[in-house]
T-cell receptor
Framework: GNSVTQMEGPVTLSEEAFLTINCTYT??????LFWYVQYPGEGLQLLLK?????DKGSNKGFEATYRKETTSFHLEKGSVQVSDSAVYFC???????????FGAGTRLTVKP | DTAVSQTPKYLVTQMGNDKSIKCEQN?????MYWYKQDSKKFLKIMFS???????INETVPNRFSPKSPDKAHLNLHINSLELGDSAVYFC???????????FGEGSWLTVV
C-alpha cells in the first residue's frame, strides 16, 4: 500500500540556517505529494504540493521537488525564521482515492 | 469566514460518557474526513464521507460513529469514552478524492 516516511525529529536550527526535511514515499500509482505545516495549537495547513514528476511546489520560501526516480519530496528552505517553528508533515494522495497518507511529522524549532 | 469549523475546541469528560463533535465546511466540497492525532502527533484517518456515503473506515472501534446530515456536515459521535480516546480530532474536507485536504482547527478531547 501507499506510505510516506519522513525524517525523525526534532530538528533544532538557528535563525537563518538552511533547512532540509527528508521525505520518501511508496506508491503503486502516480500520487500527488504534499507538505502540511501545523503550528502549535492549530490544525494542519497546506504548505505546498506537487502533482506530477519533476514538479516543484513552493510557498513562503519553502520548496520541494517531486522526484520519481528517487521517490522523494524533500522540503527545503534557505533561511529559516523563528516563526517557522512548527511540525511539518509530508503526505501522499492517489487520484481517486480518499485515503491521504501522512508521515509521522517532524518538529522544527528555530532559535534566535 | 472559517472554511472548516468544528466544535467544541476543548472537551474534558469522564470515562463512560457519550460525546459528540460537530463539523461544518463552507467550501462546497464533496468529501469530508475525520482524523485522530495522538500525543506524538501521528495522524490516523478514521472516516471519509463522499456525498454522504462512507468510503473508508480504518479499523475504528464501533464506539465511534460518523453522522452526516448533508454534505456540508460530518459529526463524530463517541460512545462509552475510554482513556485511550484522549487525542486531538480533526475534521477535514476536499473537493474530490486525491485533492488538497483542508483541516479544521481540531478538537482536544481529554477523558479522565
Amino acid at each position: 500500500g501507499n506510505s510516506v516516511t519522513q525524517m525523525e525529529g526534532p530538528v533544532t536550527l538557528s535563525e537563518e540556517a538552511f533547512l532540509t526535511i527528508n521525505c520518501t514515499y511508496t506508491a503503486t500509482g502516480y500520487p500527488s505529494l504534499f507538505w502540511y505545516v501545523q503550528y502549535p495549537g492549530e490544525g494542519l495547513q497546506l504548505l505546498l504540493k506537487a502533482t506530477k514528476a519533476d514538479d516543484k511546489g513552493s510557498n513562503k520560501g519553502f520548496e520541494a521537488t517531486y522526484r520519481k526516480e528517487t521517490t522523494s519530496f524533500h522540503l527545503e528552505k534557505g533561511s529559516v525564521q523563528v516563526s517557522d517553528s512548527a511540525v511539518y508533515f509530508c503526505a501522499l494522495s492517489d487520484r481517486g482515492n480518499n485515503d491521504m497518507r501522512f508521515g509521522a511529522g517532524t518538529r522544527l524549532t528555530v532559535k534566535p | 469566514d472559517t472554511a472548516v469549523s468544528q466544535t467544541p475546541k476543548y472537551l474534558v469528560t469522564q470515562m463512560g460518557n457519550d460525546k459528540s463533535i460537530k463539523c461544518e465546511q463552507n467550501l462546497g466540497h464533496d468529501t469530508m474526513y475525520w482524523y485522530k492525532q495522538d500525543s506524538k502527533k501521528f495522524l490516523k484517518i478514521m472516516f471519509s464521507y463522499n456525498n454522504k456515503e462512507l468510503i473508508i473506515n480504518e479499523t475504528v472501534p464501533n464506539r465511534f460513529s460518523p453522522k452526516s446530515p448533508d454534505k456540508a456536515h460530518l459529526n463524530l459521535h463517541i460512545n462509552s469514552l475510554e482513556l485511550g480516546d484522549s487525542a486531538v480530532y480533526f475534521c477535514a474536507s476536499s473537493q474530490a478524492a486525491g485533492d488538497t485536504i483542508y483541516f479544521g482547527e481540531g478538537s482536544w478531547l481529554t477523558v479522565v
